[in-house]
C-alpha cells in the first residue's frame, strides 16, 4: 500500500522507516489512552468544509460556536450560495478574519452548487486525487484543510498536520523545531504509517490539548516519554538537579 498524503503532496524520500515503525507504537498508545474520539466533526463532507474553513487559526470554542450560527442561519447550501458577506459576516464575527471568510464561504458554496443535485454524492464520488484538487481550490481551503475533509469525512487515509502535530513532532524528535507549517507537514507525510492517519491525527490532537501542551508539557504524565527526545532531556536534567552532575547528592 503507498502512502496517499505523500502521493498527494508530492513528497518522495527515502527517509523514515524507522519512524514509520515508530509512530506507530505511537498510535498503539495513543489509540489505548483515547480511543479515536471525534473532535466535533461532521460526517457530511459539505459541511465539514464550512467547519474546517472557520477552525483554521481560531480557538476551539469560537469556531463551534461560529459554525453552529452559521449553520443556524443558513442551514443550507442553496441558502449559504445566495447569502450576503454581511448576513455571513455577522454570524462568524466571533471567530476572525470575518470580511475575508464571509466572502470565502459564499464562493465556496456556489462552487459545490456547481457540483449538482448532491455535492455530497459528489464529492464520496471522487477519486483521492480529484476531490483534493476541487478541495484546494475552493477560496480559503488549502492542503491541509483539504486533507481534514478527506480523513474526518471521506474515510480517507490522509494525514493532516495541525498545530498540535506539528509540535509533539518536533519534540519528540522525528523534525527540527522551527519548520514553517507547510514544511511539517511535507516532512510528516511519508512517515505516517498507513492506514493508521486518523488514528494518529487524533490521538496527537488530544495528547497536545491534555499532557503535551504548548507551555509546559506535562512529561511526567505521559506515556510517550520513553519515545520522546524532549521528554528523555526533562527526565535527565530533573535527575542532575537531584543528584548532581557526578551522580552525587548535593
Ligand atoms: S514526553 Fe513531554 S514533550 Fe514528549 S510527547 Fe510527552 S509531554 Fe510531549
Redesign the pocket.
Known sequence: MSNLTAMLLRVRTRRGRVWIARLSVVADRLVARYGVPRLGNYRDPVREIFYIMLSARTADAQYRATYAALHARYATLEALAKATPAGVRACIRAGGLANTRSRHIILAARKLQALGTSPTTALRRMSAVGVFEFLCDLPGVGPKSALCVMMYSLRMDAFPVDVNVQR?AA??GIHPAGLTHGQSQRWLAPLAPVGRSLELHVGLVV?GRK??VPRN???GE?H??DL?A??KR?TESHRVARVGPQGFEP
Request: proline residues 6%; glycine residues 6%.
Open positions: 509533539i519534540r519528540l495528547h499532557i503535551c508539557p506535562k512529561c505521559c510517550l516519554r520522546c524532549f521528554g526533562q
